[in-house]
């Protein structure tokens, strides 16, 4: 009897295996809409195609990871979230890099995201007003995280150039060049964002911290 009964189970088993990966190739659950949300500096044509390899797949069948792999392609998106409508239904919500700054390499110009991270630069015009940058992306790395640190308003900034000693001069949007040393330069520029709004300094424009316990107006 209970030989009968361990035979029995073993075929609902089987069956239900065989009904179960049937009804996971019935037509109506390929893909068969995406929606995109969440994208602005990607053309959501561009998306599409990008997506291509996806379009009727089974949604059950679908993996994450596979359509994650397909979104990465784009050096644009930071990161994703993927929501399912059954039965043929894929909604994905894009999150993007936000681009920083604009820096010029081996004369090609590559977008820094706030991580510090080079993706491809497209001419966008809601990012046409980004400052410069001229320099190494890991130099850069290093000022854009001191900065942070003190708090400078990055918005005032038009242009950063690297030079080959290893020190910054800031272009700031009013025409003015902060000339910084090498090394601890965090207090020079706590200095100087204290004075550029002082009627004595506003008629120059060069603010020179090269030397050490010296200010040097131009």
């Known amino acids: 009897m209970k030989k ?3 035979i029995a189970l073993i075929l609902l088993i089987s069956l239900t295996t065989i009904t179960f990966k049937h009804t996971f190739k ?20 561009d998306l599409r195609v990008l997506l291509r390899p996806i379009y009727n797949k089974n949604l059950l069948l679908l993996k994450n990871k596979e359509i994650g792999e397909v979104l ?17 239904t894929l909604k994905i919500i894009i999150y993007e890099k936000k681009p920083i700054a604009i820096l010029i390499y081996d004369k090609k ?13 497209v001419n966008l015009p809601d990012y ?7 320099g190494n992306k890991e130099k850069f790395k290093s000022l854009y995280f ?26 700031t949007k009013s025409k003015k060049i902060i000339k910084l040393p090498s090394q601890d ?34």
């Open 185 to 218: 330069y965090e207090e020079k520029l706590k200095n100087y964002l204290n004075i550029k709004d002082k009627t004595n300094f506003k008629k120059y424009s060069i603010f020179d911290y090269r030397i050490k316990d010296q200010l040097i107006l131009k």
């Open 146 to 171: 001191n900065l942070k640190k003190i708090k400078f308003p990055f918005e005032i900034i038009d242009k950063y150039t690297l030079f080959e000693s290893n020190r910054w001069d800031l272009e």
């Open 4 to 6: 009968q009964i361990v």
């Open 72 to 88: 990465m392609q784009s050096s644009f998106i930071e990161s994703y979230k993927i929501k399912r409508k059954y039965p043929e």
């Open 109 to 121: 110009k590559f977008y820094l995201s706030e991580k510090i991270e080079l993706f491809n630069y």
């Open 26 to 45: 019935l037509p109506f659950f390929n893909l068969q809409k995406i929606i995109i949300e969440n994208n602005i500096l990607l053309n959501e044509k």
């Open 128 to 134: 046409k007003e980004l400052p410069y940058v001229l």
